[in-house]
Nanobody
C-alpha cells in the first residue's frame, strides 16, 4: 500500500510559477516510478510528466515540455513538479501517481496508486 499526498497548488497569474510536491509513504519510495496527471473541469485526466525510480528517465507531455520539470528526492520520499510560464490552460487538479512497473508511462492505467489531487488555477 502506498499513500500519496500532494501539496503546493494555488492561484497564480499567467506567466508565474508553482512547485507541486507529492509526499509518499507506505512502501520503499525508490521502488516505483512516479507520474503527474491533471484534470480540468469537463475534461478527461491527462498525462503531464513521469520519472523513473532512480530519476534517470523523465517523460513529458508536449503541452508542458520546456515549461515543467519533474524531479524526485528518494531520501525525502517526495516527487516534485516545477511549473514555470504557467498558462490559463494549465488550470486543473493535479494528481501524483505511483507505478511499480517503472515504465515511466503516459497512460493512467499503468499507475497503481493515486493521490487526492491539488488545485492549480492560473488567471489571465
Amino acid at each position: 500500500q502506498v499513500h500519496l499526498v500532494e501539496s503546493g497548488g494555488g492561484l497564480v497569474q499567467a506567466g508565474g510559477s508553482l512547485r507541486l510536491s507529492c509526499a509518499a509513504s507506505g512502501r520503499t519510495f525508490s521502488s516505483y516510478a512516479m507520474g503527474w496527471f491533471r484534470q480540468a473541469p469537463g475534461k478527461e485526466r491527462e498525462f503531464v510528466a513521469a520519472i523513473s525510480r532512480g530519476g534517470g528517465r523523465t517523460y513529458y507531455a508536449d503541452s508542458v515540455k520546456g515549461r515543467f520539470t519533474i524531479s524526485r528526492d528518494n531520501a525525502k520520499n517526495t516527487v516534485y513538479l516545477q511549473m514555470n510560464s504557467l498558462r490559463p490552460e494549465d488550470t486543473a487538479v493535479y494528481y501524483c501517481a505511483a507505478d511499480f512497473s517503472d515504465t515511466v508511462a503516459a497512460v493512467a492505467g499503468s499507475y497503481d496508486y493515486w493521490g487526492q489531487g491539488t488545485q492549480v488555477t492560473v488567471s489571465s
